[in-house]
């Protein structure tokens, strides 16, 4: 089993940031790739960003791509996704996930990609 643990939402104006955190635990953090997804009222779970074990592939959404950088420290068991020029459409409880099968990495964008989910941060944007 995997815990995931986030941190990091709030609310901001538009044209803000924001850093969403999340540390898993019950299986050693290099194993697994992570991923993060957002859901707002009345939406489905959609994809946001994914990274990689090493941390040397990235994936991003096309809404997000430019804003948001998804990065990872092996050695404190974390990832950061840091969230800036946040728009009112990005108004969501954002999701951590994590996958420890080695699946290809092209399908993380997937919400079936992974088999542990955090309990999600709301991430709310003004405007």
């Known amino acids: 089993q995997v815990q995931l643990v986030e941190s990091g939402g709030g609310l901001v104006q538009a044209g803000g940031s924001l850093r969403l955190s999340c540390a898993p635990s019950?299986?050693?953090?290099?194993?697994?790739?992570m991923g993060w997804f957002r859901q707002a009222p009345g939406k489905e779970r959609e994809f946001v960003a994914a990274?990689?074990?090493?941390?040397?592939?990235?994936s991003y959404a096309d809404s997000v791509k430019g804003r948001f950088t998804l990065s990872r420290d092996n050695a404190k068991s974390t990832v950061v996704l840091q969230m800036n020029s946040l728009k009112p459409a990005d108004t969501a409880v954002y999701y951590c996930?994590?996958?420890?099968?080695?699946?290809?990495?092209?399908?993380?964008?997937?919400?079936?990609?992974?088999?542990?989910w955090g309990q999600g941060t709301q991430v709310t944007v003004s405007s």
């Open positions: 996930a994590a996958d420890d099968n080695n699946r290809s990495f092209s399908t993380v964008f997937r919400t079936s990609y992974y088999d542990y």
């Open positions: 019950g299986r050693t953090f290099s194993r697994l790739v």
């Open positions: 990274i990689s074990q090493s941390g040397g592939t990235t």
